[in-house]
Nanobody, 120 residues
Framework: QVQLVESGGGLVQAGGSLRLSCAAS??????MGWFRQAPGLEREFVAA????????HYADSVKGRFTISRDNGKNTVYLQMNNLKPEDTAVYFC???????????????WGQGTKVTVSS
């Protein structure tokens, strides 16, 4: 069965950086991505990447600060987060699906999430 295990969350000061990782097993995942959910808010799209890495998409709120990448040999997707802001505080979830359009439909597989807290 498909398993997604996120890591790399933590507490960081505003302006700092974190790198999230998500190791996937149990399949081949052509689209991989990240969503986040802040307390009291709906889960929102953050970033997604296709198999080749040639197509990457970002939420407007993170463009220029976050970078998504993947290592297909390790079946792992990463999210490098720079210049973090308090409004980036959320639980970050990894998700995988057959293609990028399907991934944004939120019907793929999900990890348990990793918490990111940015202090001001």
């Amino acid at each position: 069965q498909v398993q997604l295990v996120e890591s790399g969350g933590g507490l960081v000061q505003a302006g700092g950086s974190l790198r999230l990782s998500c190791a996937a097993s149990g399949g081949t995942f052509y689209a991989m991505g990240w969503f986040r959910q802040a307390p009291g808010l709906e889960r929102e799209f953050v970033a997604a990447i296709d198999w080749s890495g040639g197509s990457r998409h970002y939420a407007d709120s993170v463009k220029g600060r976050f970078t998504i990448s993947r290592d297909n040999g390790k079946n792992t997707v990463y999210l490098q987060m720079n210049n973090l802001k308090p409004e980036d505080t959320a639980v970050y979830f990894c998700t995988v699906d057959t293609n990028l359009v399907a991934l944004t439909s939120r019907r793929g597989y999900w990890g348990q999430g990793t918490k990111v807290t940015v202090s001001s």
